[in-house]
Protein backbone atom coordinates (compact mmCIF):
# COMPACT_ATOMS: atom_id res chain seq x y z
CA UNK A 1 0.00 0.00 0.00
CA UNK A 2 1.19 3.34 -1.02
CA UNK A 3 1.62 6.45 1.18
CA UNK A 4 1.99 10.18 -0.02
CA UNK A 5 3.16 12.71 1.80
CA UNK A 6 2.06 16.37 0.73
CA UNK A 7 4.33 19.38 1.48
CA UNK A 8 3.33 22.51 0.51
CA UNK A 9 6.31 25.69 1.06
CA UNK A 10 5.25 29.06 1.68
CA UNK A 11 8.91 31.98 1.39
CA UNK A 12 8.08 35.19 2.63
CA UNK A 13 9.10 38.13 1.99
CA UNK A 14 11.81 38.35 4.06
CA UNK A 15 13.70 35.50 2.20
CA UNK A 16 14.49 34.10 5.72
CA UNK A 17 11.12 32.73 6.86
CA UNK A 18 9.29 30.26 5.43
CA UNK A 19 6.38 28.12 6.19
CA UNK A 20 6.00 24.26 5.45
CA UNK A 21 2.17 22.33 5.44
CA UNK A 22 2.74 18.84 5.84
CA UNK A 23 0.01 16.79 5.22
CA UNK A 24 -0.90 12.71 5.01
CA UNK A 25 -3.32 10.21 5.82
CA UNK A 26 -4.32 9.78 9.02
CA UNK A 27 -2.49 13.20 10.19
CA UNK A 28 -3.86 16.32 11.35
CA UNK A 29 -1.92 19.29 9.26
CA UNK A 30 1.27 20.45 11.33
CA UNK A 31 3.08 23.91 11.19
CA UNK A 32 6.33 24.49 11.53
CA UNK A 33 8.14 27.98 10.85
CA UNK A 34 11.58 28.94 10.03
CA UNK A 35 14.04 29.99 12.46
CA UNK A 36 13.47 32.25 15.53
CA UNK A 37 16.92 33.51 15.07
CA UNK A 38 15.65 36.20 12.82
CA UNK A 39 13.51 38.22 15.19
CA UNK A 40 16.33 40.07 16.34
CA UNK A 41 16.35 41.51 12.47
CA UNK A 42 12.96 42.34 12.29
CA UNK A 43 13.11 44.53 15.23
CA UNK A 44 16.17 46.55 13.68
CA UNK A 45 14.07 46.85 10.60
CA UNK A 46 12.41 50.30 9.55
CA UNK A 47 9.06 51.08 10.40
CA UNK A 48 6.87 49.92 7.76
CA UNK A 49 5.06 51.59 5.86
CA UNK A 50 1.91 50.78 6.22
CA UNK A 51 0.10 49.07 9.11
CA UNK A 52 -0.79 45.57 7.65
CA UNK A 53 2.84 45.51 6.59
CA UNK A 54 3.78 45.69 10.68
CA UNK A 55 1.28 42.15 10.80
CA UNK A 56 3.90 40.37 8.46
CA UNK A 57 6.30 39.48 10.78
CA UNK A 58 3.57 38.43 13.56
CA UNK A 59 2.22 35.75 11.02
CA UNK A 60 5.86 34.68 9.70
CA UNK A 61 7.36 34.54 12.67
CA UNK A 62 4.91 31.80 15.50
CA UNK A 63 5.30 28.06 15.20
CA UNK A 64 1.97 26.94 14.15
CA UNK A 65 1.86 23.19 15.39
CA UNK A 66 -1.79 21.11 15.88
CA UNK A 67 -1.36 21.53 19.78
CA UNK A 68 -1.96 25.49 19.70
CA UNK A 69 -5.68 26.76 18.51
CA UNK A 70 -6.38 26.46 14.80
CA UNK A 71 -5.66 29.35 12.62
CA UNK A 72 -8.79 31.54 11.71
CA UNK A 73 -9.91 32.64 8.38
CA UNK A 74 -8.64 36.57 8.63
CA UNK A 75 -5.17 35.24 8.88
CA UNK A 76 -5.26 32.75 6.15
CA UNK A 77 -6.17 35.43 4.00
CA UNK A 78 -3.42 37.78 5.32
CA UNK A 79 -1.00 35.35 4.43
CA UNK A 80 -2.70 34.42 1.10
CA UNK A 81 -2.49 38.78 0.35
CA UNK A 82 1.21 38.12 0.83
CA UNK A 83 1.41 35.22 -1.38
CA UNK A 84 2.61 36.35 -5.30
CA UNK A 85 1.16 33.28 -6.53
CA UNK A 86 -2.28 33.38 -4.79
CA UNK A 87 -2.45 37.12 -6.83
CA UNK A 88 -4.96 35.42 -9.16
CA UNK A 89 -7.41 34.43 -6.45
CA UNK A 90 -7.07 37.62 -4.26
CA UNK A 91 -5.48 40.83 -4.30
CA UNK A 92 -4.81 44.09 -2.19
CA UNK A 93 -7.36 46.70 -3.47
CA UNK A 94 -6.12 49.05 -1.09
CA UNK A 95 -3.34 47.97 0.67
CA UNK A 96 -2.85 51.33 3.07
CA UNK A 97 -6.40 50.95 4.35
CA UNK A 98 -6.70 46.76 4.48
CA UNK A 99 -8.82 46.70 1.10
CA UNK A 100 -8.87 43.24 -0.14
CA UNK A 101 -10.88 41.23 -3.43
CA UNK A 102 -11.49 38.02 -4.41
CA UNK A 103 -11.09 37.35 -8.02
CA UNK A 104 -14.78 36.31 -9.29
CA UNK A 105 -13.71 33.12 -11.33
CA UNK A 106 -10.85 32.11 -8.58
CA UNK A 107 -12.99 32.61 -5.25
CA UNK A 108 -13.92 28.67 -4.99
CA UNK A 109 -9.96 27.93 -5.35
CA UNK A 110 -9.11 30.03 -2.36
CA UNK A 111 -12.03 28.34 -0.41
CA UNK A 112 -10.80 24.95 -1.00
CA UNK A 113 -7.12 25.88 -0.12
CA UNK A 114 -9.10 27.37 3.16
CA UNK A 115 -10.80 24.18 3.64
CA UNK A 116 -7.64 22.18 3.17
CA UNK A 117 -5.79 23.82 5.40
CA UNK A 118 -8.47 23.31 8.35
CA UNK A 119 -8.60 19.56 7.42
CA UNK A 120 -12.13 19.52 6.21
CA UNK A 121 -13.08 16.67 4.75
CA UNK A 122 -15.84 17.50 2.78
CA UNK A 123 -14.80 20.44 0.10
CA UNK A 124 -15.23 24.11 1.37
CA UNK A 125 -17.07 25.95 -0.98
CA UNK A 126 -16.71 29.94 -1.32
CA UNK A 127 -20.63 30.55 -0.23
CA UNK A 128 -19.33 28.63 3.35
CA UNK A 129 -16.05 30.94 3.34
CA UNK A 130 -18.65 33.95 2.65
CA UNK A 131 -20.61 32.83 5.88
CA UNK A 132 -17.25 33.46 7.78
CA UNK A 133 -16.59 36.34 6.41
CA UNK A 134 -19.92 37.30 7.25
CA UNK A 135 -19.21 36.37 11.05
CA UNK A 136 -16.45 38.24 10.84
CA UNK A 137 -18.12 41.44 10.07
CA UNK A 138 -20.38 40.78 12.80
CA UNK A 139 -17.73 40.92 15.22
CA UNK A 140 -15.55 43.65 13.49
CA UNK A 141 -12.51 42.24 12.67
CA UNK A 142 -13.13 42.28 8.93
CA UNK A 143 -15.88 44.54 7.02
CA UNK A 144 -17.76 43.98 3.95
CA UNK A 145 -16.70 46.93 1.28
CA UNK A 146 -19.54 48.08 -1.20
CA UNK A 147 -18.11 46.38 -4.03
CA UNK A 148 -18.51 42.70 -5.29
CA UNK A 149 -16.21 40.38 -3.23
CA UNK A 150 -14.72 43.08 -1.55
CA UNK A 151 -13.37 43.39 2.62
CA UNK A 152 -11.15 45.31 4.55
CA UNK A 153 -9.41 44.10 7.81
CA UNK A 154 -10.15 46.06 10.83
CA UNK A 155 -6.74 48.06 11.72
CA UNK A 156 -7.56 47.03 15.18
CA UNK A 157 -7.52 43.53 14.75
CA UNK A 158 -4.43 43.01 12.37
CA UNK A 159 -2.55 45.82 15.02
CA UNK A 160 -4.15 43.69 18.37
CA UNK A 161 -1.44 40.95 17.17
CA UNK A 162 1.24 42.67 17.46
CA UNK A 163 2.03 42.83 20.93
CA UNK A 164 0.64 39.12 22.01
CA UNK A 165 2.30 36.13 22.15
CA UNK A 166 0.62 34.19 20.13
CA UNK A 167 -1.33 35.17 16.82
CA UNK A 168 -4.22 33.07 17.63
CA UNK A 169 -7.11 34.19 20.17
Not at 15 to 30: I, K, P, Q, R
Amino acid sequence: MKSWVCFSVFYWADGLSFLVENSWSGHAYEWHCGSHAQNEEHKNQAPPATWWEACRFVFSSFSFSSGKRKERLFQFLFEMLQTPSMHSCIWWVQSSSGTFQFSSQNKECLAQLWGRRKGNRKTMTYQKMARALRNYSRTGEIHKVKRKLTYRFDEKTLRGYIGRKSVFC
